[in-house]
């Protein structure tokens, strides 16, 4: 696949490379085979597809571990809102230690504090908490859709790679042993004549 192939090759939404799969082996490597960088050029894109793989994959758990984080926050300060609105105030029980719990109750406040990662935490009045962690699980929901597409996406690409490779080299060998009778026969009829 040449430079050129590579700038045309149709990508999914996210730019991932759709692998070409082979129907004719013979008219791809043309009239002067090149078998083994054939090859070389399919295991390369195979290692690729199983890097982003990976990537994804890792991306996936971290979104899968991420989202149910964000709702359970964001549950908690429509809980507070809820009880502010209400006028009641909210007792809690809280850890301080592994085994030591006191009992709080907490004042009515319009403000709640969020971490955002990378130690740190910020103040936020409770409606716009409440938008941004709205905002943050739909992006993240949406994220973890999109990663799940593109991991289907890319297994379809190894297994298209994965069979490329078998028929090129299945190709040669069926290739090779015709060329092999091919010259015993030629011998076997010289030898006759």
Known sequence: MSAQDLATQERNARGIPKAPFI????????????????????QAALA????????????????EEKIPDIKKTLSMIEYLKERRVRHK???TTFE????????AELEDTDTVYLWLG?????????????ALLRSKLDSAESNLKNVIEDLEFLREQITVMEVNTAR???????????LREQEAKELTSKETS
């Open 96 to 103: 301080l230690n592994d085994t030591l719990y006191a009992e």
């Open 168 to 178: 090129v080299y299945n190709w040669d060998v069926k290739r090779r042993r015709d």
């Open 48 to 63: 690729k597809y199983r890097y982003m793989d990976q990537n994804l994959a890792q991306r996936r758990r971290g979104l």
């Open 89 to 91: 105030p909210l007792t």
């Open 23 to 42: 129907a004719d082996v013979a008219e791809y490597l043309g009239p002067n085979p090149e078998v083994e960088s054939a090859l070389k050029e399919f």
């Open 118 to 130: 990378a130690n740190v935490m910020l103040s936020y009045k409770i409606p716009e908490a409440i």
